[in-house]
């Protein structure tokens, strides 16, 4: 078998805002002052294979945006490292380098904010293929209507700026940006979730069709069950920085295995369930800056134990392709 195109081998993430002057001095009278670090990603393993999606779904918080720039290459993990198609993007340089890292592009979560108000949607979506070699400026235009044409958008676009456009409309762009450098592999950073539901449908669609037409793969990053169910073969449930269970789409629907993801299930409106009642997870998410020791959702588990609050649980095979971590996995 090949290689996945994208593997995660123990990557962690850490922002540490470092002490400033007057902290430091604080320390030499003896104020024991400490650098702050949020653990956005906390070791992490996974990998996604060719022409696969794979949702990664958490609460606001988890850090699974972070996840996605480092697999984009927008962050370097603290901590791990990424290979692409079997080898350790660290190890790559020059031309090998540039390659892998066109080959996976990203699609943010607000296009308005990630396109360049200054410029055209002509510039906005042709300036990297042409700086890359991957098309003749005069070849431009062309291409640049070509890929409008792609996603759903007219060619005389092109010369809008973009304000110009509807919020639907912008996430097309940004499809369309992402298109222009002939990626394999898409990070979908919540790519559909300020929009209004009908466009929401639209734009699933196009991603539908896009993998089909051009064998595409995705990490698609969503906080929404209901999308994540109707397009990924596989999900990636994270919670404050750490994996916590993955299972192909159906089996996690049908019998997932963490608390914290039947947790979730089980707030999914339905419309087969209109009598039921429901109860939001207990407590927030803790800070980053401070995480529980142990299994990291113990303060908010019904059936925690006290092992679970000094010993980290870990990730392991509860059936074919399914894995969790979770104490209760050991005792039962």
Do not use: W
Not at 27 to 48: P, Q, W, Y
Not at 79 to 87: I, Y
Request: charged residues 20%; contains cysteine; positive net charge.
């Amino acid at each position: 078998m090949s290689a996945p195109i994208i593997a995660l081998d123990h990557v962690s993430k850490h922002f540490v805002t470092p002490l400033d002057l007057a902290a430091r001095a604080a320390n030499l009278l003896g104020a024991h002052l400490r650098e702050i670090a949020v653990r956005a990603v906390d070791d992490v393993s996974f990998a996604v294979d060719e022409g696969e999606v794979v949702g990664l779904v958490g609460e606001s918080g988890c850090g699974k945006s972070t996840l996605g720039r480092i697999v984009a290459g927008v962050l370097p993990p603290s901590a791990g490292s990424v290979k692409f198609r079997g080898c350790a993007r660290d190890d790559l340089a020059g031309d090998a380098a540039r390659a892998a890292a066109l080959k996976v592009q990203m699609i943010f979560q607000d296009p308005m904010a990630s396109l360049n108000p200054r410029l055209r949607v002509a510039d906005i979506v042709g300036e990297a293929p042409v700086v890359h070699g991957i098309v003749a400026r005069a070849e431009r235009r062309q291409y640049v209507a070509t890929l409008l044409k792609r996603v759903g958008l007219d060619p005389r676009y092109a010369t809008r700026y973009p304000h110009q456009f509807s919020g639907g409309q912008r996430a097309r762009i940004g499809i369309a940006r992402a298109l222009a450098v002939e990626p394999d592999f898409l990070v979908c950073d919540e790519s559909v979730a300020a929009l209004d539901v009908s466009i929401q449908a639209q734009i699933l669609n196009l991603f539908m069709e896009l993998r089909r037409d051009l064998k595409l793969t995705y990490l698609f990053i969503s906080h929404d069950l209901g999308v994540v169910e109707h397009l990924s073969d596989r999900v990636v449930i994270m919670y404050l920085g750490r994996v916590v269970e993955i299972a192909p789409t159906q089996t996690l629907f049908r019998a997932a295995n963490h608390p914290y993801t039947r947790a979730l299930l089980a707030n999914v409106p339905r419309l087969d369930a209109r009598k039921q009642r429901f109860a939001p997870i207990a407590g927030e998410i803790p800070s980053p800056l401070d995480p529980p020791t142990g299994c990291h959702f113990h303060p908010r588990c019904p059936v925690a134990m006290a092992r679970c609050r000094t010993e980290p649980p870990a990730l392991r095979d509860v059936a074919p392709g399914h894995r969790s971590a979770c104490h209760l996995n050991d005792a039962a």
